[in-house]
């Protein structure tokens, strides 16, 4: 069964427009949730996390995602994208505190488009 | 701080035919994992050492598989024999320890294609 769904495979954004990439996971508990980016020829990076407290988050490069348990979701956003921002998005949770099992999505490649 | 070291990036060689993947970590990282991503998938754990032991092998392939992480510090990734269905790209991570509380930091990858 499918840990973490991301519903969109491919989205195209202008540049300086704004972006929100979404994530469902499919767990009654809360997992723990994750944001990770891939550049082309580049590792993945963790953008941001979230394990528990304040459902809004903030990560690097000017990211933020919002955790609503109520639709289990964690989904990414930038108010402002720039060209740079073109990759792949992966969301990720981890089912128990402490565990180290990283179950990833499918991924959302990002086009930014001058 | 250099990031994680994985070589090659690329391979290409015709099925039935070994590959080998290297990867270094993070210095001072005890928790080392190997991943496959399949194209327009997300990675998918292989193989988790603590220091030189496997203590995760549950997603590995024994009967062409294997890997190997002697002094605890560099791991090795084997394919033996190749078949077409193994192209993808081989991740490396690694982390000070295997808690969730800790980044796990990933290399750039290796891309093999077998034909």
């Known amino acids: 069964a499918q840990s973490v769904t991301q519903p969109d495979i491919h989205i195209t954004v202008s540049e300086g427009a704004s972006l929100e990439l979404r994530c469902n996971y499919s767990y009654g508990a809360t997992p723990y949730l994750f944001w990770y980016v891939q550049s082309p020829g580049q590792g993945l990076q963790l953008l941001l996390k979230y394990f528990s407290g304040d459902t809004l988050v903030q990560g690097i490069k000017g990211f933020e995602a919002e955790f609503k348990r109520s639709q289990s979701s964690f989904n990414l956003r930038k108010p402002s994208v720039h060209w740079s921002d073109a990759a792949e998005y992966f969301c990720a949770v981890v089912l128990e505190e402490g565990d180290y099992k990283l179950s990833f999505g499918a991924g959302t490649t990002v086009t930014v488009r001058a | 701080e250099a990031g994680v070291v994985q070589s090659p990036r690329y391979k290409i060689i015709e099925k039935k035919q070994p590959v080998a993947f290297w990867c270094n970590p993070i210095?001072?990282?005890?928790?080392l994992y190997w991943y496959l991503q399949n194209l327009g998938q997300g990675p998918e754990l292989l193989i988790r050492?603590?220091?030189?032991?496997?203590?995760?092998d549950s997603q590995l392939p024994k009967d062409r598989f294997s890997a190997e992480r002697l002094k605890g510090v560099d791991s090795t990734l084997k394919i033996q024999p190749a078949e077409l269905g193994d192209s993808a790209v081989y991740l490396c991570?690694?982390?000070?320890?295997?808690?969730?509380?800790?980044?796990?930091?990933f290399g750039p990858g290796t891309r093999l294609t077998v034909l």
């Open positions: 991570a690694s982390s000070l320890s295997p808690s969730s509380y800790n980044e796990q930091f």
């Open positions: 210095s001072g990282h005890n928790t």
């Open positions: 050492y603590e220091n030189e032991e496997a203590v995760d």
